[in-house]
């Protein structure tokens, strides 16, 4: 600090304590209401600030599903929890594997076409997913890939962040290591697996927690490619249980499946903290 | 940075092998998708969906002769612009306090991250419960003094509903970038400013705030890159784009149109100009990251 002014340093802890607060209060909210009854939140109006005796209760149901107070059936989010566990870590590692891939050919290798194919990846980073969402959607089903994870995932690969985030890695890494693997007779691939994969662990977990959250936190896609049950992912699972209207809803299980949805992330990005904040940072310089 | 190695593998089919897998999957779920969606664009297909014919541009004329499709323009333009604003100014003003104070900054820092794990759907979910006209907590409060929130009924609520939830969402990245920003602006400029008798304010504002610029703008474009498309799961979750159609944004009004509505040629044509619209966006942003590199 520049100077000493405890005025303005105690004025800068007043602004952040508030900053958390409104940032934290949706969450406390929401998890003080997982605790409670379907009932006590609806009749008290508005619901009680403090935790109710319903917790076990509420997160059973929207784990292992249920009945709701109006003898509707409340779909167990335990499954869905493990759709997204396994599409976000397909998503994650596929885009992980094909852009090291990549990256390395378009770096360590020259070869005819080189150019447009780089500018074809280079392309992708342009187009999101949403814009294009019928025309991909009808690939998907002609090539019959609804409701399968092949489907929800692989789609979704297609994207170019990764390849550039290695590629800027790669073009870094001293010359000098690659005349030395090549002095002592080895090849491509031995560099590659020997030389050029341990240097690239930072790189490779920051993108993973990145990809980890985009891949959990997919919503759109889903909700076209997934009609059957048994391949929704949570955060669609949550958006299923809103139909009954503000008073019909069974917040207290939604709010249960809410804090479930959010905890898996959650706990990668605090959990990773540092490198979430490289792959933040880098994946999109 | 070398922009091309030195030192290079000689191989003839080894680079094809590497690269295949990528290739593969852009070519089919990239360029074909965004080809069919620009050939369907000029396509028209009647209501039964039995016979096609070509239109040219005929699509693209009646969707801006479409006064809800200008509607929904307009609706998106002014939501990306509070989502921006908003969401840059609470976020600077969190990391300039941080970047101040010596004690507690990295717990202040972890507080401030987590909603970056948060699905968008989640945040409309959560918001949406605060702001629930019987049951929320927040429009309780409101009504004690005095305000009547109804999304369900009032559209500027709706919109001021879906920006909090899409500017909540969003805090933790802008708040990074700024952090970033700020802490590799050098001590001296700061000290200098400060010799010559310039107190925080106004050193904040001749000297921290325009070496901001350059993260200031990357993250102007961002944000709006992610009002325009990220947003789609707050909006469905948070109003269905209602109350009548007032928070229907244009990814929203796409998905509409092509899934419930159907119509083939009038979706396809949305796709191309958000496609237009994002690609302008991303040259803008590339532009500006090139020139930063120079200097």
Known sequence: MVERRPLGTALAHLVLILGVSVVGFPLIVTFIAST?????????????????????????????????????????????????????????????TISLLSAFAFVYFRFPGRGLCFWMVFVTLMLPVEVRISPTYEVVASLGLLNSFAGLTVPLIASATATFLFRQFFLTVPDELTEAARIDGAGPMRFFIDVLLPLSVTSIAALFVIQFIYGWNQYLWPLLVSTDESRYPIVMGIRRMLAGG??????????????????????????????FVKGLVETEK | MAVEKRVLFRSRGLPWLL???????????????????LYQSLLSQDAFGTSTEFVGLENFSRLFGDELYLASFKTTAVFSLLVAVIGLSIALLLAAMVDRVSRGSRLYTTLLIWPYAVAPVIAGVLWLFLFAPTAGVVSHALRKIGIEWNHLLNADHAMALIVMAAVWKQ??????????????????????????????WR???????????????????????????????????????????????????????GFKGLDLGGSAAQSVVLMVIVITLTMIQFRYVEKRVQY
């Open chain 1, 246 to 275: 503000d008073a019909a809803n069974e917040w207290n299980v939604i709010m249960a499946t809410a804090i479930l949805a959010t905890l898996p992330p959650a706990l990668i990005v605090l959990g990773m903290q540092k490198w």
């Open chain 2, 19 to 37: 690269i295949a897998p990528q290739m593969a999957i852009v070519l089919v779920f990239f360029f074909w998708p965004t080809g069919q969606a």
């Open chain 2, 171 to 200: 805090i933790s990245y802008n708040f990074l970038f700024f952090l970033a920003g700020l802490q590799s602006i050098p001590k001296s400029l700061i000290e200098a400013a400060a010799i010559d008798g310039a107190g925080p």
């Open chain 2, 203 to 257: 050193r904040f504002w001749t000297v921290v705030f325009p070496l901001l610029s350059p993260t200031t703008f990357f993250l102007l474009v961002i944000n709006v890159v992610y009002a325009f498309f990220d947003t789609f799961a707050i909006i469905d979750a948070a109003t269905q784009g209602g109350p009548g159609k007032e928070t229907s944004i244009l990814v929203y009004k796409l998905y509409h149109d």
């Open chain 1, 36 to 96: 409670q009854t379907a009932e006590q939140i609806v009749q008290q109006a508005p619901m009680s600030l403090w935790p109710g005796t319903n917790l076990l209760e509420s997160y059973r149901t929207a784990l292992f599903g249920g009945q709701s107070s109006y003898g509707s059936r409340i779909a167990p989010v335990a499954p869905m929890m493990w759709v997204s566990l396994v599409s976000a870590v397909c998503i994650a590692l596929g885009k992980i």
